[in-house]
T-cell receptor, first 113, second 111 residues
Framework: KAGVTQTPRYLIKTRGQQVTLSCSPISGHRSVSWYQQTPGQGLQFLFEYFSETQRNKGNFPGRFSGRQFSNSRSEMNVSTLELGDSALYLC????????????FGPGTRLTVL | QKEVEQNSGPLSVPEGAIASLNCTYSDRGSQSFFWYRQYSGKSPELIMFIYSNGDKEDGRFTAQLNKASQYVSLLIRDSQPSDSATYLCAVKSGTASKLTFGTGTRLQVTL
């Protein structure tokens, strides 16, 4: 099976812009979770989507949003970018049932100038 | 108090030795515990997970869980230079997929 894929791998944006990141989970996996990783805060949970519905949400401002499509692919959007949004954005794929293992994609490195 | 705590390291062990990585968590309702390995510039890679008190072995790796003490550890036997990485402890509560991560312990295996 192919692993989790994320596009793009690198992005450079300026403050105030918006950005959309994409994640394709492992085939057959219905749950996609998004995480932000920064040197100062480590890995922090953004939100989880399962069967096109947001199932859980972390403590991030409303500028961070996401969605999931019927093929389980997910996108996350960040509006009005701030310098502090510079981070590695990771998505994790999970079957969505009783199994617990989450498998991470390679991540998208976002730099906000 | 952080929800998941790890010593940031670096933990330095000689090649062939046992590396012991530790993690404590604050939520007594936590049900599943995960160890991820992250090489510099890469994404986390799942090593193993544990649900029940006691030990779980997978190759050179052993996870140990003590729910009463809210403590989980990872032992790496016969450490190799390729094991040099940051090891992340993650905790899951309930049925949702949210993982709460520690800040990671950097392991250095020296020749």
């Amino acid at each position: 099976k192919a692993g989790v894929t994320q596009t793009p791998r690198y992005l450079i944006k300026t403050r105030g812009q918006q950005v959309t990141l994409s994640c394709s989970p492992i085939s057959g996996h219905r749950s996609v979770s998004w995480y932000q990783q920064t040197p100062g805060q480590g890995l922090q949970f953004l939100f989880e989507y399962f069967s096109e519905t947001q199932r859980n949400k972390g403590n991030f401002p409303g500028r961070f949003s996401g969605r999931q499509f019927s093929n389980s692919r997910s996108e996350m959007n960040v509006s009005t970018l701030e310098l502090g949004d510079s981070a590695l954005y990771l998505c994790a794929s999970n079957e969505g049932g009783r199994t617990n293992e989450q498998f991470f994609g390679p991540g998208t490195r976002l730099t906000v100038l | 108090q952080k929800e998941v705590e790890q010593n940031s390291g670096p933990l330095s062990v000689p090649e062939g030795a046992i590396a012991s990585l530790n993690c404590t968590y604050s939520d007594r309702g936590s049900q599943s515990f995960f160890w991820y390995r992250q090489y510099s510039g890469k994404s986390p890679e799942l090593i193993m997970f544990i649900y029940s008190n006691g030990d779980k072995e997978d190759g050179r790796f052993t996870a140990q869980l003590n729910k009463a003490s809210q403590y989980v550890s990872l032992l790496i036997r016969d450490s190799q230079p390729s094991d040099s990485a940051t090891y992340l402890c993650a905790v899951k509560s309930g049925t949702a997929s949210k993982l709460t991560f520690g800040t990671g312990t950097r392991l250095q295996v020296t020749l």
